[in-house]
């Protein structure tokens, strides 16, 4: 069976998992066979030389023409276009998967995962952070007990793309288009590993305290003498608590100076704790019970997840290959059957989050997702 791949969207997101699409046959043999079917997007000569870059067979200028046609839909567009395609894909019965955060508001993020929960196929959401495998051996640390009851979680995401305040306007920095900043665009990975790594050992996220700041109020248009105003978040913070008690620190910035994809998570236990660096993605800090200190865990052996499918012990990974870890869950689901993980629901509950937190914002206090 050879599933026939319809992608919308090339630019960052489309070249990352086109090369992940490439790299499964090599790597994940297992995988199911797919076809690069077609390419969508709007300016036709910039979608036609990048399909030829991808190896898609063909290119679409609307996507309701492809939705029932292919096997599975890939939605990685900017955030105000993941609604309306995503719906019209899987009420056609086909596969879905979509980038973070699922919606630009909390009602939208709703309807897309209540068609997801109607709909009999699978619908996946792009939270690739949980295919590094530190985090996926952090998790089995933390299911297995070695940090003992969760008393902290600690999450950061750190980048400083826009801290020249002439840096030019996008859409990111759009209300209308993104539905946040740096909240919704850093802040889902963040809230997304929270409720992964703890939701069995911490439960959910109950209760948020948040603060959203925006430092730069408008930018230039790029190729003109014009600007617009930014209308979303360049930082936040947030207060949060979990359901056993476990107290949590949120923070992301898109003007932290010095800093170009920092997303470190800590968490700390009544027996051990663990520390996550992506810029530094194959390692992983680990405390336990009767350690006088943190040891380095090189997380590269071929027992470890995902990795006997790459090099020998100490050939590291890179970002690129969680997303191959992240197709091949995917796609696999879709052949045979099963339900993806993490799916719409997982999207809308972190969309909850967010939400809660530009809600606690606006009110000045403490409001629960």
Wanted: glycine share 8%.
């Amino acid at each position: 069976m050879t599933l026939d791949i319809g992608m919308l969207g090339y630019k960052f997101m489309g070249k990352a998992h086109a090369n992940a699409l490439d790299r499964l046959p090599m790597f994940f043999p297992e995988a199911p066979a797919v076809n690069k079917d077609v390419l969508v997007g709007r300016n036709e000569d910039a979608l036609a030389d990048a399909a030829d870059q991808f190896g898609f067979d063909r290119t679409a200028t609307d996507w309701r023409d492809i939705v029932d046609e292919v096997d599975v839909f890939y939605n990685l567009g900017p955030n105000h276009v993941h609604a309306e395609p995503s719906i019209a894909a899987l009420e056609a019965g086909t596969p879905t998967f979509c980038e973070k955060p699922l919606a630009p508001t909390l009602d939208t993020a709703e309807e897309m995962a209540e068609t997801a929960a109607d709909a009999d196929v699978p619908a996946g959401a792009a939270f690739n952070y949980r295919f590094v495998p530190a985090i996926q051996y952090a998790k089995g640390l933390i299911d297995d007990g070695q940090l003992g009851e969760i008393h902290h979680f600690r999450g950061q995401y750190l980048q400083d793309w826009l801290v020249d305040p002439d840096a030019p306007w996008s859409w990111r920095n759009d209300e209308e288009m993104a539905g946040s900043g740096a909240l919704g665009d850093l802040g889902s990975h963040t809230v997304d590993l929270a409720r992964f790594l703890l939701g069995d050992a911490a439960g959910e996220i109950t209760d948020v305290s948040g603060h959203l700041r925006t430092f730069t109020d408008e930018r230039p248009v790029e190729g003109s003498d014009e600007t617009r105003p930014v209308t979303v978040d360049d930082a936040y913070s947030a207060q949060i608590a979990f359901e056993n008690g476990a107290m949590g620190t949120l923070e992301a910035s898109r003007v932290a100076n010095g800093h170009k994809n920092a997303h470190t998570i800590e968490i700390e236990g009544s027996k051990g704790a663990i520390k996550f660096d992506l810029e530094r993605l194959n390692e992983l800090q680990v405390l336990t019970e009767g350690d006088r200190g943190f040891q380095q865990v090189l997380v590269t052996d071929a027992d470890d997840p995902y990795v006997d499918h790459w090099w020998p012990p100490g050939h590291v990974i890179g970002w690129e290959h969680t997303f191959v870890h992240e197709n091949y869950e995917f796609l696999t689901a879709v052949a045979e059957g099963g339900t993806q993980e993490p799916s719409f629901a997982d999207g809308l509950a972190a969309q909850r989050v967010l939400d809660a937190v530009a809600r606690s914002d606006e009110r000045g206090e403490w409001v629960s997702p």
